[in-house]
Nanobody, 124 residues
Framework: QVQLAESGGGLVQAGDSLRLSCAASGRNFSGDNMGWFRQASGKERELIAAIRWHAAYTLYADSVKGRFTISRDNAENTVFLQMNSLKPEDTGVYYC?????????????????WGQGTQVTVSS
């Protein structure tokens, strides 16, 4: 059974940092593209960061560019999201997802496997 398990969320203050991890099991995702999505209360789930299978290319939403960094460790089948200078508007549930190679990695519909999400709350 394929599983993506996020961890590292929590309650922090504005300006703090968090590092999210996504550990994959049941499938080797080293050949697939991975992404992090965020869903704030009452809003649609949005792609905030993604990384190609070879890690040579990444993309970020404008709202997090310069503050968040996505990375991956293919040997550990794990993806990370380093979040710095957090703002209250970063609050939401963060989901890890996998887009199989050949699928679009820059849009929601390209992602086939999803984690259960981890809550990040940033207080002002």
């Amino acid at each position: 059974q394929v599983q993506l398990a996020e961890s590292g969320g929590g309650l922090v203050q504005a300006g703090d940092s968090l590092r999210l991890s996504c550990a994959a099991s049941g499938r080797n995702f080293s050949g697939d593209n991975m992404g992090w999505f965020r869903q704030a209360s009452g809003k649609e789930r949005e792609l905030i960061a993604a990384i190609r299978w070879h890690a040579a290319y990444t993309l970020y939403a404008d709202s997090v560019k310069g503050r968040f960094t996505i990375s991956r460790d293919n040997a550990e089948n794990t993806v990370f999201l380093q979040m710095n200078s957090l703002k209250p508007e970063d609050t939401g549930v963060y989901y890890c997802a996998a887009a199989l190679r050949g699928s679009r990695w820059d849009v929601y519909l390209g992602y086939e496997y999803w984690g259960q999400g981890t809550q990040v709350t940033v207080s002002s």
